[in-house]
């Protein structure tokens, strides 16, 4: 037994060590372009899909998500968004019938987009302040180029710090 606390404090020199360094965020990575992220391209389909197809192709491909364009292709311009969320919250919760329900009943339409030259900084500012976890990317004639999920830009920043 210790009869001076002071005693204690000399064996344990270690707590008031600072801790230890990590790397430093560096905040150039949020200027990159969103290109510098890795992402595939979107899974288009159209609004007369029913959610059953959305879901199988969400599942076959394993992604969040599809995006809606009026043929179906991505030669078209974007006027949706079917999400797995928009499964839970408009589908599930309200007893629907996936089956025989068209997309256009559910999906989000006209939904924030990014323009192809955005920064990453953009897609985490749009996805943090809308509470999104998908973001279509679109060209100059509003068609998708692709999907930015948080997934993406997590893995985006944790390739950037070196390997302990």
Do not use: W
Request: aromatic share 4%.
């Amino acid at each position: 037994m210790i009869d001076d606390p002071s005693e204690s404090l000399e064996h344990d020199e270690s707590y008031f060590d600072p801790p230890p360094r990590h790397a430093d965020f560096d905040a150039g990575l949020l200027r990159e372009p969103l290109r510098a992220l890795p992402t595939r391209s979107a899974l288009v389909l159209r609004a007369s899909d029913s959610v059953t197809e959305a879901v199988r192709l969400m599942q076959r491909e394993h992604r969040g998500c599809v995006v809606i364009t009026e043929d179906g292709t991505s030669r078209s311009p974007l006027i949706g968004i079917f999400t797995e969320r928009d499964v839970l919250l408009r589908i599930v919760d309200r007893g629907k019938n996936p089956a025989t329900l068209p997309l256009a009943s559910v999906m989000t339409s006209d939904p924030e987009v990014l323009p192809v030259r955005s920064k990453i900084a953009h897609a985490l500012n749009k996805m943090s302040v809308g509470g999104f976890r998908h973001v279509p990317v679109v060209d100059d004639e509003h068609r998708p180029v692709c999907v930015i999920s948080v997934r993406d830009v997590v893995s985006f920043l944790d390739n950037a710090f070196p390997r302990e």
